[in-house]
């Protein structure tokens, strides 16, 4: 299906509320029958018709049927936050002694999901470098249920070969799941590759304003009933309908901001190669990167995160180096309009010198990449006076 006709058009059916251009916020929690025989089947199917907005709402639905579109997925699911959509689908497919293998350090709460929650209910959760296949047939134990993979991955964008660890996973009936946050739906399709679920923060790029949280699940039909049945309905963790039209308008200029981001996030790299401060770059469709090849098979493109090592004697140059930025807000979180940065140290002791210790993480949002590189420049020069 086009991409800007998705963007677009797709799900919203115009006529239905006065042919307005903009899609309605249903903002409503109930909807009401015309008959006790309509009611009985409504609440019989309430996977796809609206009865009650923890369920189906009209607004929430537009978004669920671009996102399944966009994965080229059957379908989706809108959730309240990207964990609690992570957690949903987890949980909706794991029981008491089940066995998860999970790449090696995924996203923080997904992490404490894994190690912390999971645990106390029975299930078992082993941590695996992502980089060889083998690694996860290796792990695979009988009450095996999920490989649980993330692709690159936000920090150092460690990448898993998709389509081997998948066919792994069908030969032995587990199910695949991807974090694909990084990426989008527009830079990478792991459902194309053999992945069972595709799944995004969407308050990242989908959002892209910085002004909401949401996450998506996307697979088949099937396995969407079998989560919205579990995870979606009971822990309830659903996108209210404001938020859901955030993410439609999102939706609007997705290609737009990712492709700026994408484009400036590369001309930044380039200049940064010739920085003598600068001893690493960390980046999917960088030459230096050992897993390039594999990046350039299963992305198309890849975004505006990346990360520097930089010429550190210790964290203080390195909290030097970032409070001397002025075009970079300190922040969490990434995929909006504005250019971010964050150092790895946050969370090390201050004379800490342990590994990565020293590594930066910029994202790079819509302004003029020349004065984001004329900034990043004049505090890499803060670190040799
Ligand atoms: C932000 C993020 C999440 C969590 O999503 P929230 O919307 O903040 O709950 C999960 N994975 C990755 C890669 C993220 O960047």
Redesign the pocket.
């Known amino acids: 299906m086009d991409l800007s006709y998705i963007l677009n058009h797709l799900g919203e059916d115009r006529e239905e509320y006065f042919n307005a251009v903009a899609p309605p916020v249903m903002q409503t929690s109930n909807f009401a029958f015309q008959t006790v025989d309509e009611m009985r089947r409504g609440l019989r199917e309430e996977f796809s018709y609206p009865a009650y907005t923890r369920g189906v709402n009209p607004t929430v639905e537009m978004l669920r049927e671009k996102m399944a579109a966009l994965e080229g997925a059957e379908d989706a699911l809108v959730f309240a ?4 959509a ?1 957690a949903s689908a987890v949980m909706s497919n794991v029981n008491q002694g089940d066995h998860i293998v999970s790449i090696r350090n995924p ?1 923080s ?2 992490n404490t999901l894994f190690t912390k929650l999971l645990p106390g209910f029975g299930v078992e959760t082993s941590f695996v470098d992502g980089n060889d296949p083998a690694n996860f047939e290796r792990a695979i134990r009988p009450e095996t249920r999920i490989f649980y993979l ?1 692709s690159p ?2 920090f150092t964008f460690e990448l898993q070969d998709l389509r081997a660890v998948s066919a792994i996973a069908k030969k032995h009936g587990i199910l695949t799941m991807i ?1 694909n ?2 990426s989008s739906p527009l830079y990478q399709q792991p459902i194309s590759m053999g992945v069972d679920l595709s799944i995004h ?4 790029y989908i959002g892209g304003h910085s002004d909401t ?3 998506i699940v996307c697979g088949s039909r099937e396995m969407m009933r079998r989560i919205f049945d579990s995870g979606y309905m009971t822990l309830g963790g659903i996108a209210a309908p404001f938020n859901a039209w955030l993410l439609l308008r999102g939706l609007r200029t997705l290609q737009l901001r990712l492709d700026r981001s994408s484009e400036s996030a590369t001309k930044i790299i380039q200049a940064l190669q010739q920085e003598p401060a600068v001893e690493k770059i960390f980046y999917p469709l960088y030459e230096g990167n050992p897993q390039y090849e594999l990046a350039r098979q299963q992305m198309t493109k890849a975004g505006g995160l990346f990360t520097i090592a930089i010429r550190a004697a210790s964290i203080a140059d390195v909290e030097k180096f970032c409070n001397s930025l002025k075009r970079f807000l300190l922040a969490v ?2 995929g909006g309009h504005e250019s971010l940065v964050m150092p790895r140290c946050l969370g090390m002791a201050l004379d800490s010198k342990e590994e990565g210790f020293n590594l930066v993480r910029f994202y790079v949002g819509l302004e003029e990449p020349d004065l984001l590189i004329k900034d990043i420049r004049q505090a890499l020069e803060k670190l040799n006076p």
């Open positions: 936050s990207g964990s609690g992570i996203y709460w997904t993330e991955n936000s974090d946050s990084y923060s969407a308050t990242k949280i949401a996450g979180s990434w």
